[in-house]
């Protein structure tokens, strides 16, 4: 009877040291407790809500899923490059080059887009607006032969297989197979955490416009011109299309920087290639000037290496066809006044942003 | 298997009632842009004054309030807040414009159609952020953040001042009204009946020819002055606003 329970004693060790449930079929993942815990985004005063698709709530664990997602190579046919690539916390979430080179070492033809934000983008993502949603969004650089180059068949077995992101994917979507693992989910668990991917709330500019500090003397003419406020000064033009908050409209528009001799001239189509129509051709989608600072070099295609240049570009007026926007026209600041706004572009610099824990690499 | 079918006749008849509700219609307010009397289709080239050329590019506007005041003087709400844009790019459309139905409207006669250019001052007090994404308001591309408005009315485009026929219009122009100031009531004063159980349509025309001085009213130089969305400097915007009444026009179909 001893020798029995023993024996019995033993097994139950044995079976546990397994870390298998004998009643569990290979890849099971019912064992795993799931009950994902709902994520607050921390939204800074003034901003407007976070909408999140009915079909993709944020919760603690996709967003910690995503994240790691984001940050892990695996999503690359080599293995070498993540969606963190290109998007470089310290950058802004942009890489610092005028367009951006994939796995196989290919530039692209656009520059990579600052995800500060990302989440508020209802209108199109993409310079050319051609994903409706972050979901929509992340799943084309998988695939992209200038980018990660890989496949999603391939890209789903990967992660199946993998030791960790089955359960991962169980904590986060209650999935009870790995073989339940989609890229499907994978996109969404990545449009998750790029949503929490928000402005602190703690840069000059949010700071001044809560009546929290001054801004310096020049700094002040800056934003005076930025939003055409002083009769004295300038109108730079610059809120019509980077208004507040966001400091972006979520427009696309021809801002004259391509010397064409008609809108069907463009190198890049932008907008009209997807939409087809030939007036939207050379429109891009107006960038956040968050962080700006930070996310050189500038344009879709990054041909402005300093925002010195970029000034530059639009007190210059730049090129005119059809469907330039009618505010790009010649500003006429004088070489103070473009310091001065320089100076007040700079006070958008979100440095806590940048090195928030919660957005950097979790490997 | 008689009373089911009994059932199922007073089940017919209740929707069959339901459906044709007693005294009330439906009313389509249509709004479309003309130049002149041609559809204004954008990037059409038209003859302006001074021997220019224009070309619009965008033209659009709020309304607010918009309703039907009964002969005792109140007011049947059909809308508190419409954005209507006019901005297209083919001729089908520039002909139908934007249309509003509404349904449930009370049948009877009315003295007049109402409403505003502009946001009524309550909402006009709110800010983009206060609004979900798929709300007009919530278009931080119009408001103006330093003049706490919204912007009530766009017209954009293109004037030609050469006139050299290459079709390359050579100046952009940016006309934005707003500010409680600038809301601007328009009441057609005319009757208006909504028929039992049927539609009825007004359309508004918006002459943009009319509205820019060209044919009548306070000529816009467009060249002297090609952008003035600054409500501390006003003499275009108010040019506009004294020019819309002879270039808004209606006809009840």
């Not at chain 1, 032969?145 to 068949?153: G, S």
């Not at chain 2, 089911?4 to 479309?32: H, N, P, Q, W, Y």
């Not at chain 2, 003859?47 to 659009?60: G, I």
């Not at chain 2, 109140?74 to 509404?102: H, N, P």
Request: with cysteine; net charge negative; aromatic share 12%.
């Amino acid at each position: 009877m001893l020798r029995c329970l023993v024996i019995g004693i033993v097994l139950l060790v044995l079976s546990a040291g397994c870390g298998e449930d004998p009643f569990v079929e290979p890849g099971d993942l019912e064992h795993i407790p799931f009950g994902a815990t709902p994520y607050t985004p921390q939204i800074p005063q003034g901003f407007p809500q976070l909408e999140q698709p009915a079909s993709n709530p944020m919760t603690v664990e996709g967003v910690w899923l995503g994240r790691k997602l984001f940050f892990d190579p695996i999503l690359s046919r080599d293995s070498t490059m993540s969606c963190s690539s290109c998007h470089l916390q310290a950058s802004g979430f942009t890489d610092a080059l005028p367009v951006s080179e994939g796995v196989d070492g290919i530039a692209g033809k656009r520059s990579a887009m600052s995800l500060i934000n990302a989440g508020f983008m209802y209108n199109g993502l993409f310079w050319d607006g051609r994903a409706a949603s972050l979901e929509e969004q992340a799943l084309l650089p998988v695939e992209d032969p200038i980018e990660l180059h890989d496949t999603w068949d391939n890209v789903e077995a990967k992660l199946q297989r993998h030791p960790d992101y089955p359960a991962d994917f169980r904590r986060a979507f209650g999935i009870r197979d790995k073989e339940e693992i989609t890229r499907d989910l994978t996109v969404r668990a990545i449009a998750q955490f790029e949503r929490t991917l928000i402005s602190t709330g703690q840069s000059r500019f949010d700071q001044f416009m809560r009546g929290e500090i001054f801004l310096e003397e020049n700094e002040f003419n800056g934003f005076e011109m930025y939003f055409d406020i002083s009769g004295e000064l300038p109108d730079a033009e610059c809120a019509h299309c980077h208004a507040a908050p966001l400091l972006t409209t979520n427009g696309f528009r021809n801002n004259g920087i391509e010397d064409v001799a008609t809108i069907d001239d463009f190198p890049d189509l932008g907008l009209g290639a997807v939409t087809g129509d030939r007036f939207d051709n050379g429109k891009f989608k107006i960038p956040t000037l968050r962080n700006i600072e930070y996310t050189a070099p500038y344009m879709h295609d990054g041909r402005f290496a300093t925002l010195e240049e970029v000034i530059e570009h639009y007190n210059s007026g730049g090129f005119r066809v059809e469907n330039t926007d009618p505010l790009i026209r010649p500003l006429g600041l004088t070489e103070q006044q473009k310091a001065d706004l320089l100076a007040f572009l700079l006070t958008f610099s979100d440095t806590t942003f940048l090195t928030k824990e919660a957005f950097s690499n979790p490997f | 298997m008689k009373h089911i079918f009994r059932f199922m006749i007073a089940v017919l008849l209740l929707v069959v009632l339901s459906a044709c509700k007693d005294d009330e219609g439906s009313l389509t307010v249509a709004f479309t842009a003309t130049y002149g009397t041609e559809p204004l289709v954008m990037f059409d080239i038209h003859d302006y004054a001074f021997d220019q050329r224009v070309q619009f590019t965008r033209l659009e506007f709020f309304i607010s309030n918009l309703g039907l005041i009964r002969r005792d003087g109140t007011v049947y709400k059909l809308s508190d807040l419409e954005l209507i844009d006019l901005t297209f790019t083919d001729r089908g459309a520039a002909e139908t414009g934007v249309e509003l139905t509404y349904r449930g409207v009370p049948a009877g006669t009315y003295e007049s159609v109402q409403f505003a250019l502009g946001v009524d001052p309550v909402l006009n007090a709110t800010v983009p952020a206060d609004y979900s994404s798929d709300h007009p308001l919530s278009e931080t591309g119009r408001y103006w953040h330093a003049w706490n408005s919204y912007i009530f009315s766009k017209s954009e485009g293109n004037l030609d001042t050469l006139n050299d026929g290459t079709d390359n219009p050579d100046l952009g122009f940016a006309y934005h009204t707003g500010t409680d100031d600038f809301y601007l009531p328009i009441a057609t004063g005319f009757p208006i009946s909504i028929p039992d159980g049927a539609g009825e349509k007004i359309t508004f025309r918006l002459n943009y020819e009319a509205l820019f001085g060209v044919s009548v009213g306070d000529l816009i130089d467009i060249q002297a002055k090609p952008q003035n969305h600054n409500p501390l400097d006003t003499l275009e915007i108010n040019k506009i606003l004294d020019n819309y009444l002879g270039a808004l026009s209606f006809i009840i179909e």
